[in-house]
Protein backbone atom coordinates (compact mmCIF):
# COMPACT_ATOMS: atom_id res chain seq x y z
CA UNK A 1 0.00 0.00 0.00
CA UNK A 2 1.62 3.45 -1.44
CA UNK A 3 1.64 6.17 1.33
CA UNK A 4 -0.28 9.39 0.96
CA UNK A 5 1.07 12.28 1.10
CA UNK A 6 -0.93 15.05 1.96
CA UNK A 7 -0.40 18.51 0.02
CA UNK A 8 -1.08 20.79 2.53
CA UNK A 9 1.93 19.75 5.03
CA UNK A 10 4.48 22.05 4.67
CA UNK A 11 7.99 20.07 4.46
CA UNK A 12 10.19 20.34 7.91
CA UNK A 13 13.61 21.09 8.02
CA UNK A 14 14.85 17.53 7.70
CA UNK A 15 12.57 17.59 4.65
CA UNK A 16 14.63 20.31 2.59
CA UNK A 17 17.41 19.78 1.04
CA UNK A 18 20.95 20.51 2.52
CA UNK A 19 22.29 23.28 0.50
CA UNK A 20 25.90 24.98 0.77
CA UNK A 21 27.33 27.88 -1.20
CA UNK A 22 30.82 28.25 -3.07
CA UNK A 23 32.64 31.56 -2.37
CA UNK A 24 33.48 33.54 -5.13
CA UNK A 25 36.26 36.27 -5.38
CA UNK A 26 34.84 39.52 -6.02
CA UNK A 27 36.80 42.19 -8.62
CA UNK A 28 38.57 42.82 -4.99
CA UNK A 29 39.55 39.27 -4.10
CA UNK A 30 36.60 39.65 -1.46
CA UNK A 31 35.00 36.33 -1.06
CA UNK A 32 31.15 36.62 -1.38
CA UNK A 33 28.77 33.84 -1.85
CA UNK A 34 27.27 33.17 -4.88
CA UNK A 35 23.40 32.33 -5.41
CA UNK A 36 23.86 31.20 -8.56
CA UNK A 37 26.43 28.59 -7.46
CA UNK A 38 24.53 27.38 -4.80
CA UNK A 39 24.07 23.34 -5.55
CA UNK A 40 22.55 20.61 -3.09
CA UNK A 41 24.66 18.65 -0.85
CA UNK A 42 25.19 15.06 -1.87
CA UNK A 43 25.76 11.95 0.63
CA UNK A 44 29.44 11.02 0.54
CA UNK A 45 31.31 8.99 -2.79
CA UNK A 46 27.91 10.20 -4.66
CA UNK A 47 28.04 12.76 -7.72
CA UNK A 48 25.69 14.40 -9.75
CA UNK A 49 25.84 16.53 -12.94
CA UNK A 50 24.39 20.31 -12.69
CA UNK A 51 24.14 23.13 -14.86
CA UNK A 52 27.56 24.87 -15.64
CA UNK A 53 27.83 28.26 -13.70
CA UNK A 54 30.92 30.95 -13.98
CA UNK A 55 32.83 29.17 -11.83
CA UNK A 56 33.27 26.35 -14.41
CA UNK A 57 36.67 26.18 -15.63
CA UNK A 58 38.40 27.20 -11.64
CA UNK A 59 39.55 24.79 -9.19
CA UNK A 60 38.00 26.35 -5.89
CA UNK A 61 38.42 24.47 -2.64
CA UNK A 62 36.16 25.26 -0.24
CA UNK A 63 38.63 26.72 2.00
CA UNK A 64 40.96 28.26 -0.68
CA UNK A 65 39.52 30.54 -3.36
CA UNK A 66 41.87 31.16 -6.36
CA UNK A 67 41.60 33.22 -9.17
CA UNK A 68 42.35 31.18 -12.07
CA UNK A 69 42.22 33.05 -15.81
CA UNK A 70 45.95 34.66 -15.41
CA UNK A 71 46.39 36.95 -18.41
CA UNK A 72 48.53 35.57 -21.04
CA UNK A 73 50.84 37.81 -22.99
CA UNK A 74 49.61 38.90 -26.76
CA UNK A 75 51.64 37.26 -29.50
CA UNK A 76 52.48 38.85 -32.17
CA UNK A 77 54.43 37.43 -35.84
CA UNK A 78 56.64 39.50 -37.37
CA UNK A 79 56.41 37.94 -40.79
CA UNK A 80 53.81 37.91 -43.73
CA UNK A 81 54.78 34.52 -44.63
CA UNK A 82 51.28 32.28 -45.04
CA UNK A 83 53.12 29.08 -44.48
CA UNK A 84 54.47 30.36 -40.75
CA UNK A 85 50.72 31.72 -40.02
CA UNK A 86 49.44 28.56 -40.84
CA UNK A 87 51.84 26.74 -38.49
CA UNK A 88 51.27 28.75 -35.68
CA UNK A 89 47.38 28.49 -36.31
CA UNK A 90 47.91 24.72 -36.19
CA UNK A 91 49.13 25.33 -32.83
CA UNK A 92 45.88 27.00 -31.46
CA UNK A 93 47.59 29.83 -30.91
CA UNK A 94 45.92 33.51 -31.27
CA UNK A 95 48.25 36.00 -32.80
CA UNK A 96 48.41 39.12 -34.95
CA UNK A 97 50.59 39.81 -37.73
CA UNK A 98 52.89 42.70 -38.37
CA UNK A 99 55.22 41.87 -41.44
CA UNK A 100 59.07 43.58 -40.20
CA UNK A 101 61.10 45.40 -42.68
CA UNK A 102 64.67 44.77 -42.70
CA UNK A 103 67.45 44.31 -44.83
CA UNK A 104 68.50 40.65 -44.52
CA UNK A 105 71.95 41.16 -46.45
CA UNK A 106 74.69 38.65 -44.94
CA UNK A 107 77.02 40.57 -43.22
CA UNK A 108 80.93 40.45 -44.37
CA UNK A 109 82.64 36.36 -43.28
CA UNK A 110 78.99 36.05 -41.34
CA UNK A 111 77.98 32.43 -41.14
CA UNK A 112 74.63 30.63 -41.79
CA UNK A 113 73.90 29.94 -38.60
CA UNK A 114 74.76 33.39 -36.93
CA UNK A 115 72.60 35.34 -40.33
CA UNK A 116 69.59 33.59 -39.34
CA UNK A 117 69.79 33.79 -35.53
CA UNK A 118 70.54 38.15 -36.23
CA UNK A 119 67.57 38.42 -38.72
CA UNK A 120 64.97 36.59 -36.49
CA UNK A 121 66.05 38.57 -33.78
CA UNK A 122 66.18 41.80 -35.76
CA UNK A 123 62.58 41.23 -36.97
CA UNK A 124 61.56 40.24 -33.55
CA UNK A 125 63.09 43.18 -32.15
CA UNK A 126 61.71 45.56 -34.64
CA UNK A 127 58.47 45.23 -33.91
CA UNK A 128 58.47 44.64 -30.45
CA UNK A 129 59.40 48.28 -29.84
CA UNK A 130 56.57 49.23 -31.21
CA UNK A 131 54.65 46.95 -28.54
CA UNK A 132 54.28 47.84 -24.79
CA UNK A 133 55.31 44.42 -22.06
CA UNK A 134 53.72 41.59 -21.79
CA UNK A 135 53.63 41.51 -25.64
CA UNK A 136 55.77 38.94 -27.44
CA UNK A 137 57.07 39.18 -30.83
CA UNK A 138 57.82 35.72 -33.24
CA UNK A 139 60.92 36.42 -35.75
CA UNK A 140 61.62 34.16 -37.97
CA UNK A 141 64.08 33.79 -40.91
CA UNK A 142 64.66 30.77 -43.01
CA UNK A 143 67.83 29.95 -45.70
CA UNK A 144 69.18 27.52 -48.03
CA UNK A 145 73.06 27.17 -47.81
CA UNK A 146 74.76 25.01 -50.97
CA UNK A 147 78.24 23.84 -50.75
CA UNK A 148 78.54 26.93 -47.95
CA UNK A 149 76.83 29.53 -50.35
CA UNK A 150 73.58 30.79 -48.78
CA UNK A 151 70.93 30.89 -51.35
CA UNK A 152 68.18 33.45 -51.22
CA UNK A 153 64.63 34.03 -52.98
CA UNK A 154 65.01 34.82 -56.17
CA UNK A 155 64.67 38.12 -57.77
CA UNK A 156 62.57 36.77 -61.30
CA UNK A 157 61.78 33.58 -62.64
CA UNK A 158 64.93 32.89 -64.51
CA UNK A 159 66.87 33.37 -61.11
CA UNK A 160 64.68 30.72 -60.00
CA UNK A 161 65.87 28.35 -62.47
CA UNK A 162 69.61 29.26 -61.95
CA UNK A 163 68.64 28.48 -58.13
CA UNK A 164 66.88 25.57 -58.89
CA UNK A 165 69.83 23.94 -61.08
CA UNK A 166 72.34 24.09 -58.56
CA UNK A 167 70.01 22.28 -55.87
CA UNK A 168 68.70 19.51 -58.12
CA UNK A 169 70.83 15.66 -58.08
CA UNK A 170 72.29 17.62 -54.55
CA UNK A 171 71.77 17.66 -50.94
CA UNK A 172 71.49 21.27 -49.07
CA UNK A 173 70.86 22.62 -45.79
CA UNK A 174 68.01 24.78 -44.68
CA UNK A 175 68.68 27.07 -41.59
CA UNK A 176 65.50 28.71 -39.64
CA UNK A 177 66.11 30.69 -36.66
CA UNK A 178 63.15 31.64 -34.30
CA UNK A 179 63.40 34.41 -32.24
CA UNK A 180 60.96 35.80 -29.13
CA UNK A 181 61.48 39.40 -27.76
CA UNK A 182 59.55 41.86 -25.60
CA UNK A 183 59.34 45.31 -26.08
CA UNK A 184 61.19 46.07 -22.64
CA UNK A 185 63.94 43.52 -23.71
CA UNK A 186 62.70 41.38 -20.34
CA UNK A 187 62.78 37.90 -23.35
CA UNK A 188 65.21 37.63 -25.91
CA UNK A 189 64.97 34.23 -26.75
CA UNK A 190 66.55 32.90 -30.45
CA UNK A 191 67.41 29.65 -31.84
CA UNK A 192 68.57 28.07 -35.10
CA UNK A 193 67.14 24.75 -36.41
CA UNK A 194 68.84 22.98 -39.52
CA UNK A 195 67.97 20.49 -41.78
CA UNK A 196 69.67 18.46 -44.87
CA UNK A 197 67.08 17.77 -48.25
CA UNK A 198 68.18 15.38 -50.98
CA UNK A 199 66.66 16.45 -53.99
CA UNK A 200 67.05 14.83 -57.34
CA UNK A 201 68.40 15.75 -61.08
CA UNK A 202 65.69 17.09 -63.21
CA UNK A 203 66.19 18.41 -66.60
CA UNK A 204 66.02 22.46 -67.34
CA UNK A 205 62.80 21.93 -68.42
CA UNK A 206 61.13 20.23 -66.09
CA UNK A 207 62.41 23.40 -63.89
CA UNK A 208 61.06 25.91 -66.05
CA UNK A 209 57.43 24.40 -65.85
CA UNK A 210 57.80 24.15 -62.30
CA UNK A 211 58.91 27.96 -61.97
CA UNK A 212 55.74 28.59 -64.27
CA UNK A 213 53.65 28.05 -61.51
CA UNK A 214 54.63 30.73 -59.25
CA UNK A 215 55.37 28.92 -56.34
CA UNK A 216 58.92 29.25 -56.48
CA UNK A 217 59.03 33.24 -56.21
CA UNK A 218 58.79 33.86 -52.53
CA UNK A 219 60.76 30.81 -51.32
CA UNK A 220 64.42 30.32 -50.31
CA UNK A 221 65.87 28.27 -52.55
CA UNK A 222 63.09 29.22 -55.10
CA UNK A 223 60.73 25.69 -53.79
CA UNK A 224 58.43 25.13 -51.45
CA UNK A 225 58.12 21.58 -49.68
CA UNK A 226 54.73 21.75 -48.37
CA UNK A 227 53.61 22.11 -52.23
CA UNK A 228 54.19 21.30 -56.21
CA UNK A 229 58.91 21.60 -55.10
CA UNK A 230 57.86 18.25 -53.43
CA UNK A 231 58.00 16.35 -56.60
CA UNK A 232 62.55 17.17 -56.34
CA UNK A 233 62.59 16.01 -53.32
CA UNK A 234 64.04 12.56 -52.31
CA UNK A 235 63.94 12.68 -48.52
CA UNK A 236 64.03 15.11 -45.22
CA UNK A 237 66.58 14.63 -42.66
CA UNK A 238 65.35 16.52 -40.03
CA UNK A 239 62.12 18.57 -39.41
CA UNK A 240 59.97 19.12 -42.47
CA UNK A 241 58.30 22.34 -41.02
CA UNK A 242 62.08 24.13 -40.55
CA UNK A 243 62.16 23.64 -44.13
CA UNK A 244 58.42 25.03 -44.54
CA UNK A 245 59.83 28.21 -43.09
CA UNK A 246 59.32 27.31 -38.65
CA UNK A 247 60.56 24.61 -36.65
CA UNK A 248 57.40 23.32 -35.04
CA UNK A 249 58.88 21.57 -31.93
CA UNK A 250 61.42 24.15 -31.33
CA UNK A 251 59.01 26.80 -31.70
CA UNK A 252 56.33 25.22 -29.81
CA UNK A 253 59.30 25.01 -26.78
CA UNK A 254 59.87 28.95 -26.69
CA UNK A 255 56.67 29.63 -26.46
CA UNK A 256 55.92 27.16 -23.55
CA UNK A 257 58.98 28.80 -22.01
CA UNK A 258 57.44 32.41 -22.60
CA UNK A 259 54.38 31.48 -20.73
CA UNK A 260 52.04 30.15 -23.89
CA UNK A 261 49.86 27.48 -24.05
CA UNK A 262 50.70 25.75 -27.80
CA UNK A 263 49.77 22.64 -28.65
CA UNK A 264 51.32 20.42 -31.30
CA UNK A 265 49.64 19.39 -34.17
Known sequence: MNPTVNPTLKPTASDRPLVRAIAVPDRAGRRQE?????????PFGSFARRTPGPLDGARLGRDDCRVANLEAPALVLASGSPRRKRLLEDMGLAFTIQPADVCEDALPSETPRALVERLALAKAGAIAAEHPHPT????????VVLGGDVLGKPRDPEH??????RLVGQ??????????MSGDG?????????SRVVMRPAEQEELRRYVATGESLDKAGAYALQGEGRRFVVRVEGSETNVIGLPVDETFALLREAGFDPHLP
Request: hydrophobic content about 50%; charged content about 15%.
Open 34 to 42: SPANIEPSL
Open 136 to 143: VVLGSDTV
Open 160 to 165: AVELLS
Open 171 to 180: THQVLTGVAL
Open 186 to 194: SLRKVVCVE
